[in-house]
């Protein structure tokens, strides 16, 4: 009996392996390279938000975008000191942090204050409000997961 259903789950490995090739011509994995994630390589780019919402410091924002899909994005984020404001602003979409270099002092509407360093990892979800400061030369790899009304940042 087991070496019947043994038999009887071979075409359907085969066929599941059959798609998995079909599909890899396809798409095909991106990778993160390690000199966007050590700061090489990165482009000159628009703030990520708006001039009003900078409270100190000045954003001179540089990325790399590792991949861009229709649900998901990846960004390497390097910016030079800065805090902005996003009390009145919510955050749009989750996003998952890696920090990379510098330092990253978030401080909810409720005063409460997290600090992040190299080798932290965080998530921001979606309507977060309060002061996001980065110090040093801050870099950090971004996953954004956009929602129906939302869309990836570009």
Known sequence: MKEKAR????PIVLLASGLACAQDDLLRPAR???DAMSGLGLT??????PEDMVVSGE???KRSFPFSGEELSVVIFESTPAKTDHTESPFPFDEFIYVLSGKLILTDIDGAVQEYAVGDSLVVPKGWR???EMQGNYRELVV??????TSPPE
């Open 44 to 49: 000159p780019g628009d703030p990520p938000v």
């Open 144 to 149: 954004v997961i956009a929602t129906e009304d």
């Open 59 to 61: 954003l001179n924002a």
């Open 32 to 34: 993160v390279a390690p």
């Open 7 to 10: 038999l009887a789950l071979v």
């Open 130 to 132: 309060g002061y996001w």
